[in-house]
């Protein structure tokens, strides 16, 4: 069974806002929100209003009669798009750079910076990207979900959800010739 | 696979560094969540129809004979007037393109098929008026009513959209923050003080005013909608026109006689500053006066009967067309 299967069980019970529903799902996505919100936002508390935010939307567009129709997960990283995207509108959020963790589990310091300053230059790539193209090529890339979901999550056919994917690491590439 | 495709791949893979987040805040996210879930639980759910005002308006076409119309305009504008829309898109109010700006503009618009592109479409419409406007005062041409109207229709439409898709209150930050800088770029000229610019000023703080208060409750502006595109079926877009722009002229209380004239309604008092003016100048469930009087004309149900949040307002009728609507919400208060 897939996760678009398993959780169609959900929704019934989640638009009658059935509060142990709800919790569930908060505790089953909210963190793959977070990983959503700071892989384009480089911040955590960014990556922690994020998940604040898409939680909030959530719950107020299922007591508003409106809420996923059939499946919940892509549902949630739609609205964590809009929030990002609108994020990407107000300002350039500053990138934090590599968790402290990461450091301490690297004996190499040198890799270290390389790796710090190309993954800001891939996260500042991602956010010059169309919102389309920067929707499908992480959804899938990134955060590993399927074509069939994406194409839920972004309310487009399987096929241009595809062409989306193939265009938007052509752009990835051509940006990151001209940076790197 | 192509190896340069494998390449960016392993390169976005460089983002899986995830920190671990820190428990205190994992705790606090999902407190906020649960006291968030709970207060909405307790919360008396309140049904607005989501009928489109533009579709009352018949602005917006959807109906599969005019989609055809809008394919056929379309191969004719590229066949034969290509260049001629092209021309138009910097086309100004007045100017002799400026229709074919606006109807490129609408195919647009009726082209689109899911809401999320609709209200990105009706957004940017929304500034490139006021881009007109600037340009219109750059060149000190004269800004007209007309102009400040096609402005303010062009952001109640976004509006309009916004609340129509899976996400109205991004969807209404989005307005704000579109509304905030267009007003930051208003306060840069130097022509604050002329009457034109009072008007406009008075129209997006009262523009600003209902999308803040929105954002706290997208369904009241859902009503209020409504109750505009009811109105101007009632009395024409005239006359609908006529009564906001002497309230950006002159203030609320002047245009209480204009609107009172038509519902017979006796005194109101409502500043410009409410938000939801529209709703509570024309009879809503906050005023202590007789709903039923509102129906004496009977022609103004639908819309009022829209929304009402109060614990002693029932009595909703469910009333589609606006005509002869049983009576409004009495308010509690």
């Known amino acids: 069974m897939s996760i678009i299967e398993e959780e169609e069980g959900l929704i019934s019970r989640l638009q009658a806002f059935d509060m142990s529903a709800l919790e569930a799902v908060f505790d089953q996505y909210n963190e793959a929100i977070f990983r959503y919100g700071y892989r384009l936002l480089g911040s955590q508390d960014k990556a922690e209003e994020c998940v604040a935010e898409t939680f909030s939307r959530f719950l107020h567009s299922l007591k508003n009669g409106k809420g996923p129709k059939k499946y919940v997960r892509p549902y949630l990283y739609r609205m964590a798009h809009n929030w990002i995207t609108d994020q990407y509108r107000r300002a350039i959020p500053e990138d934090e750079g590599l968790p402290e963790h990461y450091a301490s589990q690297n004996d190499h310091p040198e890799e270290i910076v390389l790796d710090n300053i190309e993954s800001q230059e891939i996260r500042k790539v991602l956010r010059e990207l169309p919102d389309n193209q920067r929707q499908a090529v992480v959804l899938k890339f990134l955060e590993g979900l399927e074509n069939q979901e994406i194409a839920i999550a972004m309310n487009k056919p399987v096929g241009a959800v595809k062409a989306l994917q193939h265009r938007g690491l052509q752009t990835i590439r051509k940006k990151l010739e001209v940076k790197l | ?333």
Request: aromatic share 8%; charged share 25%; proline share 4%.
């Open chain 2, 1 to 333: 696979m192509n190896n340069w495709e494998d390449e960016i791949k392993q390169k976005l893979e460089k983002l899986d560094a995830i920190p671990d987040r820190n428990p205190l805040r994992v705790q606090s996210a999902k407190k906020n969540f649960l006291s968030e879930m709970r207060q909405l639980a307790a919360e008396t759910t309140v049904s607005v129809p989501r009928k489109s005002w533009w579709n009352q308006l018949n602005i917006k076409k959807e109906t599969f004979s005019m989609k055809l119309i809008t394919i056929a305009t379309i191969l004719s504008l590229l066949l034969g007037g290509g260049i001629t829309a092209v021309a138009a898109q910097d086309s100004l109010p007045g100017d002799l393109l400026y229709p074919v700006k606006t109807l490129v503009e609408d195919i647009e618009l009726g082209l689109a098929t899911d809401p999320e592109t609709e209200f990105d479409i009706a957004l940017n419409h929304a500034y490139k008026r006021f881009e007109e406007i600037q340009i219109l005062l750059d060149e000190d041409e004269v800004v007209g009513e007309a102009h400040l109207l096609a402005w303010q229709e062009s952001f109640q439409r976004a509006l309009q959209y916004g609340i129509n898709t899976e996400d109205p209150i991004g969807k209404l930050l989005m307005v704000q923050q579109q509304l905030q800088y267009q007003e930051e770029m208003m306060n840069k000229g130097e022509q604050t003080g002329v009457p034109f610019q009072n008007q406009f000023e008075r129209m997006m703080n009262y523009q600003a005013g209902l999308v803040d208060a929105s954002i706290e409750n997208p369904e009241l502006l859902a009503s209020e909608l409504e109750f505009m595109a009811n109105y101007s079926n009632q009395y024409g877009e005239e006359k609908l026109e006529n009564v906001w722009m002497n309230m950006y002229m002159f203030g609320a209380l002047d245009t209480e006689g204009e609107v009172g004239e038509v519902q017979n309604q006796g005194e109101v008092q409502h500043p410009v500053e409410d938000p939801f003016m529209w709703m509570h100048l024309l009879g809503n469930p906050l005023t202590e006066n007789d709903p039923a009087g509102l129906d004496q004309g009977g022609t103004t149900g639908g819309a009022q009967n829209s929304y009402n949040d109060q614990p002693n307002g029932g009595n909703q009728g469910e009333n589609d067309n606006g005509n002869n609507g049983g009576s409004g919400g009495n308010g509690g208060k």
